[in-house]
């Protein structure tokens, strides 16, 4: 079972923590695949939100953006924007938020705003569009973003999304009941926060991969738990589904 | 009422050097036929407004059309940078541009309230980010009844609005559906508004009893532009041209690459030439 | 996920003495079936909120199951007074009601920003009205851009909230067209919500893709009462009763009268005694 | 043409100051007879709407409540009521907002809340319903009352709805720009604040009515214009359209 790529483990992990009662605030890209392969396997009912106001929405193919006429088509429902953000989101309905990045912490902050000084970035990246609300209001995060020294790095240039701010009751004191992120899915490992410190913890390793090659990846030192497991590979049937699914929207988005 | 007129005319009459223009549509039904025409009539200075600023918002920064822009996601969706944007921002190319960022959250609530004729938004928002600090209008405001603390924006009161929509009637209602996104609000809280549909037709005819409706009275001018979303789309008349958006990427990357393919694809054509997008989806699958 | 009910079990499981109760519906779609259950049951002390009291809580004040009304207008539409409702205010017969009065813009904005989980609502409101000065619970907001001043009052949260709908498909999906004044905000502004439905549907089928519809995870309890708005109407399935209206001047000006009314049509019948109403309003004017 | 009844008159009166592009944001009762009238008769398209949130309807017969299906059933498009309100009516899109009132004072502010004090009133009224912000938002209000004494009175016990306050330039201090009450139309004559004091003014008698017969009908001294004209009687067509909408309204509401 070695035949499969990081990308792909990383994506099948994410899927797996979902499930068919969950309501999920989805995002572009990995947390897009992730989500829909939960649906086409084990998670079959659960409920897919885009930002672009599309509610219990399947998909056949992957959107290549938040708003696809795919994800109307195949909708339960399609609200305006200020509903989705307002009543959906605001009002608490979503059960996980799903959150990619240009940058991590240790905390689980994200940046997808800058590099560099805001007033004179080095990168301008594109912002941080739903994810900062996205972040505070679902009952729980997810994040799925490759590791990478640019990616996971000491301290973030700007925080556009907060994870645990500082750590330990960071969110609490700043009034947040949810709990934010709760597993961080990346190509090497999955990462959960301490429950006291809120600091990232290496909980499983995905097969092949070494301690080593996951600090090396990662500009902080890293926290590993007591036992780390190993992330179970891929099975066949998760690895036919997920890469049908690319292979679909491959040849829809070429169309 | 809703004037009927030429695209040229519309944009002639409604925008002008140095407005506040929002051009909306969530990724469906992006008002690009009209963003061409501002740009051939060479309208400088403007303070554009847009959640996503997309591709149409690269050609009217790259054109050097805009001084300002407040928005809260700058990419080109599931492909990466917009480049024009980006250099803009990075290197003042061609000119600088000023930016309000907010979070989708707040815009949407802003657009909601303009529409409402409030002077501000109130959200739970913005806790815990580095936004507010680099944002003088991201405020408070306090619960009179919790003590509460919430986050305040101030409303977004353009004073011209542009939309792409799939059909008006004879009378100048406008009619959209699918991915509704924050047009109905961009036009209610504008003070002008222009409206590119797919079709105009005698009657709506029978539709759902809450139909996502623009009364004429609400809209200043409507231009027949069939295709003129594209390369985003019009639900039930064509599909999102993912692989233009994907394309866009490298005409945009360069400057000099994407000059010439202003002059060629906006400055040198027409209203009319965005017909040949028109063709419906369902035809299209067919051919 | 929403959970299918008989009447009896839905209202037993979500309403509990002393919870605060919204049963909407502005003048379509309200849930007369599910107020006769909670009178025969004999909730008591409840805090009703509701924009319209109607006949619906006319019932329910009449029979003594209210401590409280928050509301915005209690007549008999086009009829004239509401003699229970009257009666509990000017003489606290069969007891006392406490009232909270606003304007309907006030409750509908009250509504939403429940629905949208914020403490309050702010509007343009009120402005050289005297309800201010006899309820505390209008207070006001400064807006922090340009130092308006501006009405709020506290949002809306019930306890439970109850409406009736025209279909709910088999995964426990609420469908509601036509007037749909404020139901959905008050099913997402409560913590619990029980809907009666016209009818049980395999799936919704072809609809518009913007239909109002309430996702089964929003929902307690559906429970299928057909009829269950009159002498209210279902868009689509009956007309609205207004010959009752009237009537229901007569039966309810006078104490006796009403309860020996209430005894024959309430207390002595059940949910299914709604359905001889639910004759699809095109065989009814054909017949 | 004496073969008219004073609430006629006033119905057709009022009619007549609507025009083809107003937006009307309708009351029942008077008020909607009187739009949908005018409708029928020289104000083909005017767009009415009703707090429920029926926009641009065109009712075949009169409404009982503002919420009677007709109203949804021939409606350009019905919203919810939170928009009604939000967009709407406060997002400044009505022309004229048409109201009434169980008690009117001499600065066209209205009561329909209680007769006798608040705590303990005489007579509970029904209360303000969408009138406070009508009132408030509306581009101009008219309003339509029978005169007694009972109704038009020296002083409201309680404001339901804000017209000119306690006159002059009142509305302007307490930051309205609207234009608040114009015209107020009664079965016996028209008035209109006094562009001064804003105190409402006879302009003009419905036919054979005296002034000392409004006089009787009113608790404060009236003010009457230097020339009160006679409001014109209405026409043959005017009546019939007027009778035949009632007509076919009695019909179906017995139903």
């Known amino acids: 079972m070695s035949d499969f790529t990081p990308t792909e483990m990383m994506t099948i992990a994410a899927a797996r923590a979902l499930k068919a009662s969950d309501v999920c605030f989805v995002g572009i890209g990995a947390p897009s695949a992730a989500c829909n392969l939960a649906r086409l396997t084990h998670a079959e009912g659960i409920t897919l939100i885009y930002e672009s106001g599309t509610i219990g929405t399947e998909p056949r193919v992957l959107p290549l953006s938040i708003g696809d006429g795919e994800l109307c088509d195949t909708a339960l429902t399609t609200v305006s924007v200020p509903e989705m953000f307002r009543y959906w989101l605001q009002g608490g309905r979503i059960t996980i938020g799903f959150l990619g990045g240009a940058q991590i912490d240790r905390f689980a902050n994200l940046n997808t705003t800058v590099v560099g000084p805001y007033d004179r970035p080095k990168v301008r990246l594109p912002g941080g569009g739903g994810a900062p609300e996205i972040a505070a209001q679902s009952g729980e995060v997810f994040i799925t973003m490759a590791m990478g020294s640019r990616a996971f790095v000491e301290k973030l240039p700007f925080i556009t999304s907060m994870g645990h701010g500082e750590g330990g009751d960071h969110r609490a004191r700043l009034g947040l009941a949810t709990k934010g992120p709760t597993r961080v899915f990346t190509d090497l490992c999955v990462m959960e926060p301490d429950p006291e410190s809120r600091e990232l913890t290496v909980v499983s390793l995905h097969p092949g991969v070494t301690r080593d090659q996951v600090q090396a990846a990662c500009m902080w030192p890293l926290r590993f738990s007591a036992q780390p497991g190993e992330t179970p590979a891929p099975t066949a049937e998760e690895l036919a589904i997920l890469r049908d699914l690319h292979a679909r929207t491959k040849a829809a988005h070429a169309a | ?287």
């Open chain 2, 1 to 287: 009422m809703a004037q009927f007129l030429s695209l040229e005319d519309a944009i002639r009459a409604c925008v002008h050097d140095g407005d506040t223009v929002a051009m909306e549509g969530f990724t469906h039904l992006i008002p690009h036929a009209a963003g061409h025409e501002i740009i051939r009539q060479g309208r400088r200075d403007l303070a554009l407004v847009r959640m996503t600023p997309d591709l149409i918002y690269d050609q009217l920064i790259g054109m050097g059309c805009a001084r300002a822009l407040r928005f809260s996601w700058g990419g080109n969706p599931g492909v990466g940078s917009l480049h024009r944007f980006r250099d803009a921002v990075e290197n003042a190319w061609p000119r600088p541009l000023a930016i309000e960022e907010h979070s989708h959250a707040a815009m949407a609530n802003a657009y909601e309230a303009g529409a409402a004729n409030l002077p501000f938004a109130t959200l739970r928002g913005y806790i815990g980010t580095d936004l507010p600090k680099v944002n003088p209008n991201i405020r408070s405001v306090t619960c009179p009844f919790t003590g509460e603390v919430l986050a305040a924006v101030a409303a977004i009161r353009p004073d011209v609005a542009i939309i792409h929509a799939q059909r008006a009637d004879r009378h100048g209602n406008v009619a959209l559906e699918g991915i509704v996104g924050v047009q109905r609000e961009a036009v209610l809280a504008a003070k002008r508004s222009v409206v590119t549909v797919e079709e105009i037709v005698e009657d709506f005819g029978p539709r759902s009893p809450n139909a996502v409706i623009l009364p004429s009275w609400t809209v200043t001018a409507i231009s027949h532009v069939p295709g003129g979303a594209y390369p985003s789309y019009a639900h039930g008349y064509y599909s999102r041209a993912n692989a233009f958006y994907i394309a866009w990427d490298a005409i945009a990357r360069d400057r000099d690459t994407f000059l010439a393919w202003m002059d060629a694809n906006v400055m040198k054509k027409t209203p009319a030439d965005f017909a040949v997008h028109a063709r419906p989806a369902a035809l299209a699958a067919a051919s």
